[in-house]
């Protein structure tokens, strides 16, 4: 059973730091892709950040030069730097992962988190 567990989120006043993480554990074979989206209250999900195994990154237009994504191939997990951060980016996070079982190595999965709440209070 593969398994994704986010941490982290809260609440932060504007201008402040916080750091999303993002674990996937289980019968892995590989990850294509681990990354971040967002969703506001009456909005749509968005793309906040993403990173593929090759290390190559794609980051939402809002949070461009402020939000920084890393991944730690050891641990099969990504974390999300969020610095300046603004009353904009309040939304529940999801992270989500494309990936690869060990008993299905043909096939793509797509899997999400539960999400996590991000507030930023002004």
């Known amino acids: 059973q593969v398994q994704l567990v986010e941490s982290g989120g809260g609440l932060v006043q504007a201008g402040g730091s916080l750091t999303l993480s993002c674990a996937l554990s289980?019968?892995?074979?590989?990850?294509?892709?681990m990354g971040w989206y967002r969703q506001a209250p009456g909005k749509r999900r968005e793309l906040v950040a993403l990173?593929?195994?090759?290390?190559?990154?794609k980051y939402g237009e809002s949070v461009q030069g402020r939000f920084a994504i890393s991944r730690d191939k050891a641990r099969n997990a990504v974390d999300l730097l969020m610095n300046s951060l603004q009353i904009e980016d309040t939304a529940v996070y999801y992270c989500?992962?494309?990936?690869?079982?060990?008993?299905?190595?043909?096939?793509?999965?797509?899997?999400w988190g539960q999400g996590t709440q991000v507030t930023v209070s002004s």
């Open positions: 289980g019968s892995i074979f590989s990850i294509n892709t």
């Open positions: 990173i593929s195994d090759d290390g190559m990154s």
């Open positions: 989500n992962a494309i990936y690869k079982d060990l008993n299905h190595p043909g096939y793509d999965y797509d899997s």
